[in-house]
Structures are given as C-alpha cells and as structure tokens.
C-alpha cells in the first residue's frame, strides 16, 4: 500500500539544496523501502540560479508562498530557509493551511516552537525538527522513541562542528585560535561572522530544543549559561592534555532533584570519555538515564546532505506515522513555572595563574582557596618564570580542584586577584 | 488524553525483572511524560522465590500460558524468556491471539521474524524487539526511523559485551585469554559456557537482524561468515597495537553494488577509529549512510536496566503508535532470492609468520606474496628469535597488506606453509 506524499522546499540553500537532491536521486528506493512515493511538488528560492544549477524543473519554481500553500499537492512543507524572519512567516502560513512543517531551524524552534505546535496542534498537522539539531544525528528521535523509559539525568553534547573544529586544530596542531579561525573562514568551516557559532549561540539554541525534549519542560535559552571559545588560549589546552584533559565546547544539561542546570561553555573532560575523541567537524550527545546507563550518539552536525538525511528521514516519518503529529515533548503546557533552574552551579575547576616565583607563594594561594572552602586535587608550577609588568619574577601556576560550585571560585578569583602575588589568567570548568 | 495499556511479562529473569522493575518505579513517570497508564496485570515464570524476591503481587502470577493469553486486559506480552524452546511457542500463541509482542530474543527473532511478522500481520498486532541487539542503545529505532532516508553502505558493530570485555582486558592489561575468560565467568560476564559468546554466535545473531533491516532484505545468519575470538593471541594484538591497530570482535555488514557482504571476526581498526576506544562490556554500531555519513551509536549493550529501558521503550513506542504495528524492514517477501551474498571478501590482513633466521628469507615470501597478487605495505620482523621444533631458528615476521581477497589470502598461506622456510602462525582481518 503506497502513500503519495506532495512537498515543497523553502529555501534551497546548502541544506534545502541537499534535501531537494536526496529527494529526487532516492525517489525509488523510498518507494521500494518505505511503501512512499514522494514528489517535491513546489520549490520557493528568490536564487533562480541555484535553482538552475540544481536542475529543478522550471514548472515547479513558485512565484510566491501564496502559491505554494495554495498547492492541494503540497502535504509538507520543508523550511530551510534559517532565522526568524520570513521563516517564522511561511512556517505559521503553512501550519495554519494544515501543511505538516519539517525544518531545520534550529533558532525558529528554540525561540517559538510552543506557539508553532499550539497553530499546528489546532489545524491537525505535524511540527519535525530532527534536523535543526546535531545535523544528521537522529537524536531528536532517540530522545522521543529510543530512550524514552528513562529519566534522562544528564546530557553532554558537543553540538557544534565550527567549534569543534577549531578546539581540534589548537589541540593537536598547537595553533592559536586567530590562526585557526581565519584557517576555517577560508576553508568554509566558519561563517565571515563566525559570532554564531564561536561565542556559543548556536549550541545554546540546540541545548534549548534537547533539554527541553530529555527533561520534559520548557528549557528557555535564556535560562542557558554560555561562554564562548574565543578567550580559549593553546596553552591552557596544553596544559590540561598534560593533566589527562581535552578541551571541548560543551552543551551541558542536568536534571537533578534540586533542580535544571543548563550551561553551554569550554569544558575539560578527562582524555578517556567518549567525548574527549570526537574531533574536526564531528558532533556527539553524550546521555544518561537512570536505566540505559550512558549512551552516545556521534556523526556529523552539518553540511548539505547530512542534514538533508535527518529533514528527508523527518518527511518519510511524518507521511508513514500519520497518528503522530507533534514531535515534541507533551506536557509543556504547565512545567515551566515549576522548573527550578540552577545557576550556582557545581563542577571541578581548572584554574591558571601568574604567581609571583616566590617561597612560600603556594602556600598562600592554598591557604586562599582553603579559606574559600575548595579543595584541591592538584596544583603544579608549569612552564618558565617571565618578568612581569611591575619587574617581578612571575611563573605560571595550574590548580585542578574538586568539585566546588561558582559562586566560591568567582570569591577565591576575587580574593587572589586583590592580592599582590597572584592573578588568575584563566578559569575552566571541568566534567568527568 | 491517557492511554490505558496492560502488558504480561514472560520470564523474569535478569531482563524481565529488569522490566518488572522499570515498569512498576516509572509508572508515574510514563503516566506524565508520554500519557500511557501502563500496568503490569500478569507475570509468568516458574521461580517462585525469584518473583518473591522482586516483590510481585501473589494475585498478578499467572498459573500458565493460557491463563495470560485468556485475559482481556493484557495488550502486550513481553517475551523475555530467551531462546527458541516455550518462548517461540508463548510469542507465537499471543500474537495468535492479536497481543502485541515485545521481545529481548535475538535468536528467536534471526530465525524467525518472517514467520512471526506473518502471524502478527494477520492478527493485526505488532512485534516489537529494540532489546534484541546492543541492549539499551536505541539502533533498531535509528535504521527504522532515524536514517532511513539513508542507502546504508556499511556497518561495524561490536555487538557483544563479554567478548569486548576480554579483548580489552588482553589489550590494556596483557593476559592471556584463558586467564581472562576464567576472570569474566567469576565476575558474572561470561557463561559458564561460554561458547554463544566467545565463538560469535551471538554476534552472529544480532547481525542478521540488524543488516537485515539496514539492506532492506533479509540476511540469514546461515549467510554469514563467522570466526571467534578463542584463538586470538595477546602477542598479536600487542604487535598490532604497535602498527596502530585495535583487535575487535566485529560485526560487519557492507551493501555494495556486487552484494552483501556479512561476517563476523577479530578484526584490526585503525587505534583512530571510533571503535577503537569502545572498551569492556560497552557496545557500539558504527554505520555509514549514503546521505549522513558516519554515525556510532554507542552504550550498554546487556545488563538488566539497559536491555530493560529497551524493552519498556518499545512498550511505550506500541502503545502510543497503534498504526505502527510492524518493527521490521518492509519489503521481506520478494528479497531473499534476489540478494547476492559475497563470500569472498575483500579486506586487508594481519599475518603473523614464524620464519627462517636466515639472510633472504623476507625477499622469499614477500615473492610468495606478489606470486599470490597480494601487495604488502609493511613487513617487520617483531621480537626475537628462537629454536623451532626441528633445532632451526625462528623470528616472527608480521605482514600488513593492502586489499585483498579472502581467496588469494588462503592460497598464499598454503604455498608459504609447504616452504621450509615459514609458516602463518595467525591471520587477522583488518578494516578502516
């Protein structure tokens, strides 16, 4: 029994384009695997040339949205166009018209799929988004039909390829980040603005979307701690490889009884995690449920036909799951008000330091820390003294402590910088 | 709007107390995260203390088989017994009676899907078996609904804890594998006999499910070669770790355009390879779609709340997705004619010879090689020489080639093995 599934494309870009041609090259073998025959019936992109260049036929180029939603053929729309503008627009339009909506846009949902799921709820069709999130990674799907007996307690992703990218150049290759920035600007790996990506917007609207999704309640992106790759130094990524850490942008959500701890931001995680080895432009989401145990998934979060991979697989699972229109969680209704989010939160810390390359300097900043109530695993010299501004011997200090929460590091900071034998050069959080 | 579901467990041993278990502590949960009231309104098992023990209510026990089969409120029967014996009989008699059937058994399910899937197709049931392969790790969901947009060109799984546990420990601490195993059967990882394990079986098993639904086309396990890890020596996975190699058990499956390939075998993987660092009982599917590229699942792939979130995921997945009532790949009548099973494979090799400690000897079998067209790309003498049976010294040589064939491997062993001057003391397959 064959279903005949109309879709049109919005936006034929790097994603809409590979979408368009996983479309068209796999027709025959959806319809021989998945009993579905589907037909792109209407593609809307303002770029003629690309869509020449992609070979679409000229009778299926629309003039206009109105045309597309006035389509009877169109079953689902695909909108792969980003951002909030003219996306929200032909989202709301196409929901409205009870077109089921398939997107990549990560920041659209973040940012409105309550309002988008109420209009879709109300006219009868589906809302998918599988491929706004760790590109062809179905871990949206893993979230809602894989692991769904669990209490999700804690996810750890590393949901940007830009980032990771970056982080795995200064790693192995010692390069600074300006260096390896301008590197991936030319290779395409990186935006001419890469503020996106870099200060960590991009993997906060995803921890947002899959949070939201493994905790069962709204997580606001606004609730989301983050900081960025772009003060991360090549020393201090040498140095923790030498403590046995790598360095990562983390996506960070835990759910404990005490509440939600969302945080996006450079994290050490011991060199033997799962996570430590997943390098270039690789993503991996790193879950755990109170009865799976860990479980990750890894591949690539970008790029035209991985991500096309998760959109067509969305179409294929919205045309054969007819009863399943709402691809997010279900009780988001009331749990927002009652999530209690954390923001002095807990994590071992690494922390770097200039001291004064005096006897008796490491007892006093010990004594600093013990007065702040953390607790030090470790704390080693590293590399030569300099002289510093003032004419003093200066010598680099590295201290790993143990767990400690923030409000206590940003006092000991404080305490130490106050002093006229130390200042505190970097501070990061690290995750076991 | 909730949904009441009623479910029997058969067997509650590890996993089905597992499932007891889950199902009893997170009903609440499943009531407010996925609106399913699921209940457990019968057990069946034999071992009165071990239901004691678990704490099952004396009025849920049923007497036998009929007496869970005749009760209207049970909706899905969950199969948890193991092997081919009653529960082949139970899971057959429930789907006769139009209960949807969600099972942990691998071989149940390689053997006999088709004619399960018959059964349930004409009484209008589903027959769901997430737990049957990798326990907890969600991959039967991910072929199904996650990549399947995707031709999947390949997959390496290690899919088996107890073998991944000893070749870790053979690895990272040197044992010897009889030591190791004796070690795994004391800490519960392995058997008593071990043999379903250890000779790959298992894997065997998993891999006929699982390739069958990522080729579209069923792949009998009669189909698939199979080589267990009994006599992998600690000498060759430390000379292969010094070539940067890893030894896995894997389970692997290429679709290419002249057939399926599918085998089981120690295996070398680039030290590189993501499943290369998949250590102890942990499991991991790497696969290779033609659209997403690369994606590993990884996670605990046994134990009882891993193979328990799996079972009770799949509990979940039927009772709110009644259309979806058959777990398995769709176009099974006609394909098993047409597929063109490879039996000899293409693949790179390890192969470790004990040769002649005399000038000339590697000129004479690299000769023997290029005779045989096999192209080598490093030849190394490792370790030291000794005194052979016949009073002659000896040295291992070690042997990496390029891509070859199973075929031409086994001819150049044999012309190397009638020489005076060496003989193939192991033979390892390698993989990128």
Redesign the interface.
């Known amino acids: 029994m064959v279903k005949k599934v109309g879709v049109a494309i919005l936006g034929l870009g790097v994603v809409g384009g590979?979408t368009y041609q996983?479309l068209v090259e796999?027709h025959d073998?959806?319809l021989?695997?998945?009993?579905v025959d589907i037909t792109v019936e209407m593609v809307l992109d303002r770029a003629l040339d690309r869509l020449a260049q992609l070979g679409v036929p000229q009778e299926i180029i629309a003039k206009n949205i109105e045309e597309v939603l006035a389509n009877p053929n169109v079953d689902i729309v695909i909108e792969t166009i980003g951002g909030i503008g003219v996306a929200k627009d032909f989202v709301t339009a196409a929901l409205r018209e009870g077109k089921t909506v398939v997107t990549s846009n990560k920041e659209l949902i973040c940012k409105y799929s309550h309002e988008l799921e109420r209009i879709a709820k109300r006219n009868h069709c589906g809302l998918f988004y599988?491929a706004s999130c760790v590109?062809?990674?179905?871990i949206i799907?893993?979230l809602l039909?894989?692991?769904?007996?669990?209490?999700i307690q804690s996810m750890m992703g590393i949901v940007n390829g830009t980032t990771n990218y970056i982080l795995t150049k200064m790693t192995y290759e010692g390069a600074d980040y300006a260096e390896v920035l301008k590197e991936a600007q030319k290779l395409g790996y990186a935006e001419a603005n890469p503020t996106a990506d870099v200060e960590g917007f991009d993997s906060m609207y995803k921890l947002s979307i899959l949070s939201s999704m493994a905790f069962?309640t709204k997580i606001p992106y606004t609730k989301i701690f983050r900081e960025g790759i772009a003060s991360v130094s090549t020393k201090d990524i040498a140095y923790g490889r030498e403590l046995g850490y790598t360095l990562k942008l983390l996506a960070i959500g835990k759910n404990t009884e005490k509440g939600v701890e969302v945080r996006v931001h450079p994290t050490f995680i011991p060199n033997?995690h799962?996570l430590a080895?997943?390098n270039d432009s690789f993503n991996a989401v790193y879950l755990r449920?109170?009865?799976?145990?860990?479980?990750?998934?890894?591949?690539?979060g970008a790029?035209a036909?991985?991500t096309?991979?998760?959109?067509?697989?969305d179409?294929?699972?919205a045309a054969?799951?007819?009863?399943?229109k709402y691809s997010t969680?279900?009780?988001n209704a009331t749990a927002d008000k009652s999530t209690n989010f954390i923001s002095d939160f807990s994590s071992a810390y690494y922390i770097r330091l200039s001291v004064a390359d005096e006897t008796g300097v490491l007892a006093k900043i010990s004594s600093i820390f013990a007065k702040c109530n953390m607790s030090i695993v470790e704390i080693a010299q590293r590399g030569k003294s300099e002289v510093g501004e003032n004419g003093q011997h200066r010598v680099p200090l590295v201290v790993i402590t143990h767990k400690t929460t923030e409000n206590r590091v940003k006092n000991a900071v404080a305490k130490i910088n106050a002093t006229d034998i130390g200042t505190v050069n970097a501070v990061i959080r690290v995750e076991e």
């Open positions: 590979g996983t796999h073998f959806y021989k695997t998945q009993q599988e590109g062809g990674v179905p799907r893993t039909d894989g692991v769904q007996a669990n209490h069962h033997s799962p080895s997943v449920g109170d009865a799976v145990g860990d479980v990750m998934l890894y591949g690539r790029g036909l991985p096309a991979s998760a959109v067509v697989s179409v294929i699972y054969t799951h007819s009863e399943i969680f279900k009780n």
